[in-house]
């Protein structure tokens, strides 16, 4: 039973952990679907950038803000150089151009960066808290936290501030939105830019449990196109649901299978759910 | 005399919006069926449920007495509906013959039967000069010609033509008027939507108008302009009867 | 239209690799020419699924995989090399089946992350299964002639390498002009009205992943016979997936000789690379192919090929603009 509960716990953890990373490539999306398949290492990248911080003494809590800040303007430079040139193009475009930029920064980390697991020295928070039988490290659960703010404060800004509003309705109908007078590249740009601050956000605050290095990224993309999946494809809400979701899944899976397998779940459920719910749990059709 | 396809309380909704809410029609075999009603009354949606583009969410869709009701979308082609569709949907990287050949090699296994089949068709519906444009570089008119000889070379038993004279000059609404007398003489059915009655008073033998997501009228065309409920539909109140038949303002 | 042109260009690349197969002597020539080849049969094999039928693939790699592994097993259980052409061929056919059949039907991107997903999956099994050799992999016991599909010199290998590309090219000729051909260029344009006219996305789209997976395992058998080693870096791991994608990208999506032409540029390339920067793994070669896909996602989005026949198409087109005036030739 404590087994259980901590597993259960520990999931729901993990499971916020993946919504970090999913909810800024589900905001993406659904604004002007596209898959960013360098995810992942737009999250590599801010992790490395929070490393950099914390090497000159600007801790990864202290350096979110500015690694969301400078992640922002990194994506909307991708945006306007990059992915809107893509949009013009056939839907394949989109796709294996991301994955361009998914080989070329991870190539370029690679070479720069070398190939080594680099760590936040002297972490904060890495005490542990006991509640009954379940044991908690203080810097999960900080994790934890952040995604649920961060959950929290996008879903408010696309629910409640102008610039979401003109989201939602490119989501809703490209044309239609157009003919209001929303500025489409504008809009786009922000979104993208959104996306990747809380990319940066995320990987400031994974530095407190993760190392970093050239691949860091891809797990946590390819569990975040599961979550998004699983979710429903632009839904926040989606994203948080299915987060938890895959979390359990996984910590589940790799407790009562091996290890190394605890990802079989979390694959066969998003095969199936493709399979039988194309839409996601919380998405629209 | 049987119903070709019988369309009883079929109801479509989306979300909380009732697309559809109880739609009733009968095509009669060899008939040209008209489907009409104001902007907005569910006559696409109701031809997508029909074609099985959309899965209805209640009611149901006998065709040639068969239930067809949620049968995917591209069976329900293999069955003998075709279509065409109000904003043209062309395979904008084909060739014209390349097109109607894609729609010839529903029944027949060997390319070089449907290019023949094709060409054939072309020819029946006037396109033949202009087999090796692109779909992309037709002018519209073309374009929903392109849409009928491609759903055409599928060999349908039933056509469903939703707008096809939509945007069309006289001179060009005369050509296909003379083409769907043609189509008929084929043997083949038509249900086709229309915006503009003046187009269908001549030549259907059945009109079926819908308002707001049901079945307001079901008779002759020269019955559907004199009728009350029709009036009212269309514009709220009564009005002379060239206005009904006129183009929308 | 007609298919001439493509049988000539094809017998001519099957004469000069002959030639080359018995005339060369030199082992670096003749294992560039095995190398191109077999890139530009896996190409082939990407560019059925993800250029013709449109669903990129980034676990390409996996079905390769499925070949040389199948090849191994075959010789180290004693048994001929031959039984792992249709051995893996079956293997990749099913993962192929595994990862389409829930997501060929739906928007392209379900497709394309069904695809990493089972290729980690699959690398992680190799790397843990006993039976697969684990991260170990396998060495080839070594033998010789065309019972055990060994060979001292690398001249039957580069000919087998031909064939093996011929019968790929042919097939995709073949392809061009038939239903299926037809029927997935509709749905890459306009799957609704595709499906209008009673085609079925999701059963074409699946012929033509499993006929890909097979390609790929073909080519994955005769790697392992040519290398006789294997292991999941040098068969399954994403790196190749990466080069498999490369090559279909710069040549050209959905074009018959876009492979060919981009496994030319990848093995220049790869060459290049590894003079400048020595070898691969230190992350300069992945610079380079992720700036070229890239810069060809956004500028030329139809690879080389693809920008070569819209030029003669243009050319051709604004001459077809008069009635009549275009070529009159049936396919």
Redesign the interface.
């Known amino acids: 039973m404590d087994t259980f509960a901590q597993l259960l716990v520990g999931g729901l953890l993990t499971g916020l952990v993946f919504a970090l990373v999913a909810v800024g490539l589900t905001l993406v999306y659904g604004v002007m679907d596209v898959?960013n398949?360098a995810h992942g290492e737009f999250l590599m990248l801010s992790m490395y950038a929070a490393l950099g911080l914390a090497l000159i003494g600007i801790g990864p809590l202290l350096g979110l803000p500015l690694v969301a800040i400078a992640l922002f303007l990194f994506g909307i430079v991708v945006y306007r150089v990059?992915i809107r040139?893509?949009l013009a193009?056939?839907?394949?475009?989109?796709?294996?151009?991301t994955?361009?930029?998914?080989?070329?920064?991870?190539?370029?980390?690679?070479?720069?960066l070398t190939s080594d697991f680099q760590s936040v020295p002297n972490p904060p928070l890495q005490g542990t808290i006991h509640l009954g039988p379940i044991a908690l490290s203080q810097a999960t659960l900080v994790e934890g936290i952040g995604a649920l703010v961060l959950t929290a404060s996008l879903f408010a800004f696309v629910e409640y501030t102008e610039t979401g509003r003109a989201m939602r309705a490119l989501a809703e109908d490209r044309v239609a939105a157009t003919l209001m007078g929303i500025d489409v590249q504008r809009v786009n740009g922000l979104a993208f830019g959104i996306g990747a601050a809380c990319v940066g956000a995320a990987g400031s605050l994974l530095m407190l449990s993760y190392p970093v290095y050239?691949t860091a990224g891809a797990p946590f993309a390819?569990t975040a196109?599961?979550v998004v999946?699983l979710g429903g494809?632009g839904s926040i809400q989606g994203a948080l649901v299915g987060a938890l979701l895959v979390g359990l899944l996984e910590v589940f899976g790799g407790f009562y299978l091996?290890p190394?397998?605890k990802?079989?779940p979390v694959?066969v459920a998003?095969?199936?759910v493709?399979?039988l719910r194309?839409q996601g749990l919380l998405g629209r059709r | 005399m049987s119903s070709l396809l019988e369309v009883r309380g079929l109801a479509k909704r989306f979300g909380s919006v009732r697309a559809l809410d109880g739609v009733d029609l009968d095509v009669a075999e060899g008939s040209l069926t008209g489907l009409i009603g104001p902007n907005g009354a569910g006559k696409s949606t109701a031809f997508a449920c029909i074609?099985?583009?959309e899965k209805p969410s209640a009611g149901s869709v006998r065709f040639r007495g068969r239930e067809i009701a949620g049968t995917?979308?591209?069976?329900v082609?293999?069955l003998g509906i075709?279509?065409t569709?109000q904003l043209v949907?062309?395979?904008?990287?084909?060739t014209v013959l390349?097109?109607v050949?894609?729609?010839a090699?529903?029944r027949r296994?060997r390319?070089r039967d449907?290019?023949a089949h094709a060409q054939e068709i072309l020819a029946f519906v006037g396109l033949a000069?202009k087999r090796?444009?692109?779909g992309r570089?037709l002018t519209v008119a073309d374009k929903k010609r392109l849409e009928v000889a491609?759903?055409l070379?599928?060999e349908p038993t039933l056509l469903l033509l939703d707008e096809v004279m939509a945007g069309l000059t006289p001179a060009e609404c005369g050509a296909a008027v003379e083409l769907l007398r043609r189509i008929l003489a084929r043997g083949v059915t038509v249900l086709m939507v229309e915006h503009v009655m003046e187009v269908l008073m001549p030549i259907a033998e059945h009109v079926v108008v819908i308002a707001a997501g049901k079945t307001i009228f079901s008779g002759t065309a020269a019955g559907a302009v004199r009728d009350a409920g029709v009036i009212e539909a269309y514009l709220g109140s009564p009005l002379e009867h060239g206005e009904i038949a006129g183009h929308a303002p | 239209m007609t298919a001439r042109p493509h049988l000539y260009a094809l017998g001519a690349i099957v004469v000069l690799g002959l030639l080359a197969a018995f005339g060369v002597r030199d082992a670096v020539v003749l294992d560039l020419v095995f190398t191109l080849l077999l890139y530009a049969v896996l190409g082939q094999s990407w560019n059925w699924i993800?250029g013709y039928a449109?669903n990129?693939s980034?676990g390409h790699a996996i079905f390769f995989g499925c070949g040389a592994y199948a090849s191994a097993l075959c010789v180290t259980h004693g048994l001929t090399p031959w039984l792992a052409i249709p051995a893996g061929a079956l293997a990749a056919a099913a993962l192929a089946l595994?990862t389409g059949?829930?997501?060929l039907g739906?928007r392209?991107?379900?497709f394309?992350?069904?695809t990493?997903?089972?290729a980690?999956?699959v690398e992680?099994f190799a790397?843990?299964t006993p039976w697969l050799g684990k991260a170990n992999g396998f060495e080839l016991p070594i033998a010789s002639g065309w019972a055990a599909l060994q060979f001292p010199q690398k001249g039957p290998y580069v000919v087998l390498a031909l064939a093996l590309f011929a019968a790929v090219q042919l097939a995709t000729i073949a392809l061009e002009?038939?239903?299926l051909g037809?029927?997935l260029?509709?749905l890459?344009?306009?799957h609704?009205?595709?499906?209008?006219?009673?085609?079925?996305?999701r059963r074409c789209k699946l012929i033509a992943f499993a006929w890909s997976a097979t390609m790929a395992s073909a080519a994955g058998v005769l790697y392992a016979q040519y290398t006789l080693f294997i292991d999941p870096p040098s068969t399954l791991a994403l790196a190749i997936s990466?080069d498999i994608?490369l090559i279909g990208?710069v040549g050209g999506?959905g074009t018959l000789w876009g492979p060919a032409a981009g496994a030319l540029v990848y093995v220049v390339l790869a060459k290049a690379v590894a003079l400048r920067f020595g070898g691969a793994g230190?992350?300069?070669?992945?610079?380079?192919?992720?700036?070229?896909?890239?810069l060809?996602?956004?500028?030329r989005?139809?690879g080389i090929v693809g920008t070569i026949v819209d030029a003669i198409r243009r050319r051709r087109?604004s001459i077809?603009v008069g009635?009549?005036a275009?070529?009159e030739t049936?396919?």
């Not at chain 2, 949907?89 to 084909?94: L, N, W």
């Not at chain 3, 609704?192 to 996305?201: H, L, T």
């Open positions: 898959v398949f990059f040139r893509l193009g056939p839907s394949e475009a989109t796709v294996f151009g994955f361009g930029l998914l080989v070329l920064l991870q190539g370029a980390a690679q070479a720069t050239p390819l196109f599961v999946a494809f091996a190394e397998l990802m079989v694959y998003y095969l199936a493709v399979l194309p | 074609a099985g583009a995917a979308y591209h069976r082609a293999a075709g279509r569709y949907q062309t395979f904008a990287d084909m390349e097109a050949t894609t729609g090699l529903l296994a390319l449907a290019i000069e090796y444009r692109l570089a491609r759903a070379a599928t | 993800s449109g990129i980034f595994v059949f829930p997501t739906l392209g991107h379900y394309s992350i069904a990493i997903a089972v980690a999956l992680t790397r843990t002009r038939s239903r037809y029927y260029r509709a890459r344009a306009n609704a009205a595709a499906a209008s006219v009673g085609i079925d996305e990466i994608a990208v999506i230190k992350g300069y070669d992945l610079v380079i192919y992720g700036a070229i896909i890239c060809i996602a956004a500028l989005p139809y087109g077809a009635p009549g275009a070529a049936p396919a």
